[in-house]
C-alpha cells in the first residue's frame, strides 16, 4: 500500500478487505487512520465482512446480551468493547460492514454531518434495489418501516473517523436474539434478502455502495489493495 505526501489528493481509496477477522479489520483500521491523520493517504472506505462477532460501543450497556457467556464460545461468538458510539451490535456473513476513514474537519465538521451522510448513501443504495428506507427522529441508523436495517456507530480522533455502519444483506438475523439491539427495546432487525424474499450478490451491492458513498460525499473511489 503506497502512501500519499499530500495535504490534498484527488482520488479516494476503497479497499475490500472481504471476509475478515474483526481483530485484523480493527488492527488495519487504525493504521489507517493514523496514516490520513498524518495525511500519508486520502480518504478511504473499507468494506468487509465478519465472521459473527459482538461489539459493544462507548455506550454499551452489558445487560443488552441477552445470553452468558459460555452460550457466545460454544457458538464462536467473541464480544469486544470497541471506541464507537452506540450500544451493541452484532456482525456477520452476509452483513456488509464499512469503515469510512474520513477527514471531517473541513468538509463534515463534526459528527452529526458524517452519520447523516452515511444514512443517505445506504438510503440511496437500498432504493437502487427498490427497497423504501426511512430514518427515525432522534435514532442513528436506517429503518424499513419499524424495523432496522443498517447500524450506524462511529467514532472520530483528530477529525478523522473510524467505525462506520452495518448493512443487513442477506444477514441471519437470529444472531440479533443474543442482544437488544443498540440497546432498544422491542427493535427488530431486517435485512434486504427478507425484504425482497431473495438473496442479494454482495459484490453488486458492495458497487452500489461505492457509487453512492462517491455520489453523497462528492468523491472518486479507486480500489486499494492492501
Known amino acids: 500500500m503506497k502512501e500519499v505526501n499530500k495535504s490534498k489528493v484527488d482520488l479516494n481509496w476503497i479497499i475490500d ?9 480493527l488492527t ?29 460501543g462507548k455506550s454499551g450497556n452489558p445487560a443488552n446480551l441477552l445470553v452468558p457467556n459460555d452460550i457466545l464460545q460454544r457458538k464462536g461468538i467473541k464480544t469486544y468493547s470497541i471506541e ?3 450500544d451493541v451490535t452484532f456482525h456477520g456473513p452476509g ?12 468538509t463534515l465538521a ?4 458524517m452519520i447523516e451522510k452515511l444514512e443517505s448513501a445506504l438510503i440511496l443504495t437500498l432504493n437502487d434495489f427498490k427497497i423504501q428506507a426511512i430514518i427515525k427522529p432522534k435514532l442513528v441508523g436506517v429503518w424499513v418501516g419499524d ?4 447500524s ?31 440497546g432498544l427495546d422491542k427493535v427488530r432487525m431486517i435485512s434486504m434478502a427478507k425484504v425482497l424474499g431473495r438473496e442479494l450478490n454482495l459484490n453488486q451491492v458492495k458497487e452500489r455502495i461505492k ?3 462517491e455520489k453523497v460525499f462528492s468523491l472518486k473511489l479507486v480500489s486499494q489493495n492492501i
Open 17 to 25: 478487505l472481504g471476509l475478515c477477522d474483526f481483530e485484523r479489520s
Open 28 to 56: 488495519i483500521q487504525k493504521k489507517l487512520h493514523q496514516l490520513r491523520v498524518e495525511v500519508k493517504i486520502p480518504d478511504t472506505l473499507i468494506l468487509v465482512e465478519h465472521q459473527p462477532v459482538i461489539t459493544f
Open 84 to 86: 464507537r458510539g452506540g
Open 95 to 106: 452483513q456488509i460492514v464499512g469503515y469510512p476513514i474520513f477527514y471531517i474537519k473541513e
Open 110 to 113: 463534526g459528527i452529526r454531518g
Open 147 to 150: 424495523e432496522k436495517i443498517a
Open 152 to 182: 450506524i456507530g462511529i467514532a472520530v480522533k483528530k477529525w478523522v473517523t473510524f467505525h462506520g455502519f452495518a448493512l443487513n444483506v442477506n444477514t441471519d438475523l437470529s444472531y440479533f436474539d443474543l442482544i437488544l439491539p443498540c
Open 211 to 213: 457509487l453512492n458513498f
